[in-house]
T-cell receptor, first 116, second 111 residues
């Protein structure tokens, strides 16, 4: 079974530029998450989708971050304009139905962003 | 605000010893708990999940859950240098709204 796919793996941009990250979840997984992990910290949830609807985006800085999951499969996370403090790993994860206590989440390899 | 707390470490143990990692959580509605291992530069990978009070064993790993104390722990027996990594504790509520991660504990197993 293929895992969570993410691209690009690494990106270096200047502040105020824009960047987009792509994620393809595990086949059949209805729930998709985007996490931000700053070096030395645990992952912080940015946004959670159930199929193509947003479940939780309370910690997403909506003035600069946006995300979509058209057709309930792939997802894109965009940052525009980027700030220095956005330098982090952006982890995409997926799980089956969110209502089942037995389900856990599986992470992709992450997209490493450096803003200079 | 739902929080998961962990000592950041580093926790150093000699090879062959038992490593004990601890975690507390604030949300009494949390029902499921997970331990992830994260090697430097890599994404988190699931080690164990636990849902009921008591112990759950899987090979060299034992997870312990005490919901009354809002406490979760992970014991690693016969620690190996390859166990050196950051261990993330995570909780999830009964509705699966989201996974909340702690900051992680860095473990170093010394040869």
């Amino acid at each position: 079974e293929a895992g969570v796919a993410q691209s690009p793996r690494y990106k270096i941009i200047e502040k105020r530029q824009s960047v987009a990250f792509w994620c393809n979840p595990i086949s059949g997984h209805a729930t998709l998450y985007w996490y931000q992990q700053i070096l030395g910290q645990g992952p912080k949830l940015l946004i959670q989708f159930q199929n193509n609807g947003v479940v939780d985006d309370s910690q997403l800085p909506k003035d600069r971050f946006s995300a979509e999951r058209l057709k309930g499969v792939d997802s894109t996370l965009k940052i525009q304009p980027a700030k220095l403090e956005d330098s982090a790993v952006y982890l995409c994860a997926s799980s089956q139905t969110r209502g089942s206590s037995g389900n856990t989440i599986y992470f992709g390899e992450g997209s490493w962003l450096t803003v200079v | 605000q739902k929080e998961v707390e962990q000592n950041s470490g580093p926790l150093s143990v000699p090879e062959g010893a038992i490593a004990s990692l601890n975690c507390t959580y604030s949300d009494r509605g949390s029902q499921s708990f997970f331990w992830y291992r994260q090697y430097s530069g890599k994404s988190p990978e699931l080690i164990m999940s636990i849902y009921s009070n008591g112990d759950k064993e899987d090979g060299r790993f034992t997870a312990q859950l005490n919901k009354a104390s809002q406490y979760v722990s992970l014991l690693i027996r016969d620690s190996q240098p390859s166990d050196s990594a950051t261990y993330l504790c995570a909780s999830r509520d009964n509705y699966g709204q989201n996974f909340v991660f702690g900051p992680g504990t860095r473990l170093s197993v010394l040869p």
